[in-house]
Every structure is written in C-alpha cells, then in structure tokens.
C-alpha cells in the first residue's frame, strides 16, 4: 500500500515562514507528479504548487514568489517553503501524489491526511 505522511504545519505569525514536509512509502515504481494543494473550510480545495518530470514547477497565482516546492535528497520526499506568509494562507494543506505502483499502466493519485496551517498574529 502506498502512504503519504505530512509534517511542519502549525501557527505562524504573518510575514513568516513554515516549510511542509510530505515522505511516500510503500510500493513506488515511480512518483511521476509530486504536489501540495490546500483547502480552506467551504471552499474547493485547489492546487498551490507541483513538480514533475519534464515539466518542472508550477504554482498558483496567489503563492508565486513567496512558496518553493522541491524534491528532497531523501529519495520520495518532497517539500513546500513556505515564506511571506499572509493570513490568507491559512488552509489544511494536503500532499498529493501521482504514483506508479507497476511498470506498465498509468499512475494513480494518492493524498497525505492533511496538516493544518495557521497565520494570525
């Protein structure tokens, strides 16, 4: 079975930093999309920031210029820097993932349980 597990969330006064930290075990052939999203209660959760092969870096309009994503040295981990931080930040952040479990067939998405990530002074 293929897990996610998230780290580093937690209160933060505007104008700081946090860096998110998501680790995939299990059956991994390959991670082919490595990604964060969050979501704020009422709200679709969305995209904030992706890396994948071939493609590279994306981000949201709202975080570009204050949020890095970057593989980690450790082999399937994956991070979000988080700088600059507004109020508006605040979200359950998920990691997500489009992983390969065999070596034929397309990869499925996988989701970390969440970490909750607060800015307010």
């Known amino acids: 079975q293929v897990q996610l597990v998230e780290s580093g969330g937690g209160l933060v006064q505007p104008g700081g930093s946090l860096r998110l930290s998501c680790a995939a075990s299990?059956?991994?052939?390959?991670?082919?999309?490595m990604a964060w999203y969050r979501q704020i209660p009422g709200k679709q959760r969305e995209l904030v920031a992706s890396?994948?092969?071939?493609?590279?870096?994306d981000y949201s309009d709202s975080v570009k210029g204050r949020f890095t994503i970057s593989r980690g040295n450790v082999e399937k981990t994956w991070y979000l820097q988080m700088n600059s931080l507004k109020p508006e930040d605040t979200a359950v952040y998920y990691c997500?993932?489009?992983?390969?479990?065999?070596?034929w067939g397309w990869g499925s998405p996988y989701w970390g349980q969440g970490t909750q990530v607060t800015v307010s002074s």
């Open positions: 997500h993932a489009d992983i390969s479990t065999s070596s």
């Open positions: 299990g059956k991994i052939v390959s991670i082919n999309v």
């Open positions: 890396i994948s092969h071939g493609v590279g870096t």
